[in-house]
């Protein structure tokens, strides 16, 4: 089975400083999709970044850049220049090409940005 | 448009009641999610429906009962919950089922059974 694991239940940071937030994931697939998603204490979620497997390019979005280790199956959130609106929990996802096609989440990780 | 809404925000109901869930998009999206999610848990997946059919059921109690009466609209029917049912339910919609098709998800429906 397909699991998502983030290691980190809390993590913060200085408003205008850089975060990593960490995922890794188990699977035999070699055909698949990551997604980073944002869930503010609004409860709203929004996706953050995504990242074909097949792709050695890692994914950028404005100040949101992953780092994506396929052969460590790690897929990794870096956030630059931290803003007071970045605050949130943070989920990291995983789809798979066959079956189901579900999206898996892992536990989420809660961010929290000090000014 | 690009938002995904839900009625009701919050929701109280005791466990001989019947409620519904709604959920509305007018992104023109074909694909439409339930999930269940308890606080500070992930969402987990409960059903999925792709051009008004219901294409998976993780297994749901069928005190559970979606409906998409259309492209735009998807219900979810509950009926003779249990406390333990009590969580934020999540709507979302994509394009369609492509694998990097975004999902977009609604606010959420505060979920309480007495």
């Known amino acids: 089975a397909q699991t998502v694991t983030q290691s980190q239940p809390e993590m913060s940071v200085q408003e205008a400083e850089t975060v990593t937030l960490s995922c890794t994931y188990d699977?035999?697939?070699?055909?698949?999709?990551l997604f980073w998603y944002k869930q503010p204490p609004s409860r709203q979620m929004i996706l953050v970044i995504r990242?074909?497997?097949?792709?050695?390019q890692n994914a950028t979005e404005n100040r949101f850049s992953v780092n994506f280790q396929k052969a460590a199956k790690s897929f990794s959130l870096k956030i630059s220049d931290s803003q007071l609106g970045d605050a949130a929990m943070y989920f990291c996802?995983?789809?798979?090409?066959?079956?189901?096609?579900?999206?898996?989440f892992g536990q989420g990780t809660r961010l929290t940005i000090n000014p | 448009d690009t938002e995904v809404t839900q009625t009701p925000k919050h929701l109280v109901m005791g466990m001989t009641n019947k409620k519904s869930l709604k959920c509305e998009q007018h992104?023109?999206?074909?694909?439409m999610y339930w999930y269940k999610q308890k606080a500070k848990k992930p969402p987990e997946l409960m059903f999925v429906?792709?051009?008004?059919?219901?294409?998976i059921n993780e297994s749901v109690p069928s005190r559970f009962s979606p409906e998409c009466p259309n492209s735009s609209l998807l219900n979810l029917h509950l009926h003779a919950l249990q406390p333990e049912d009590s969580a934020l339910y999540l709507c979302?919609?994509?394009?369609?089922?492509?694998?990097?098709?975004?999902?977009?998800f609604g606010p959420g429906t505060r979920l309480t059974v007495l």
């Open positions: 979302a919609s994509s394009q369609d089922l492509g694998l990097l098709k975004p999902q977009f």
């Open positions: 699977t035999s697939e070699s055909d698949y999709y």
């Open positions: 990242q074909e497997a097949y792709k050695q």
């Open positions: 996802a995983y789809r798979y090409a066959q079956g189901a096609q579900k999206l898996v």
């Open positions: 992104m023109g999206h074909r694909a």
């Open positions: 429906y792709s051009y008004e059919k219901l294409s």
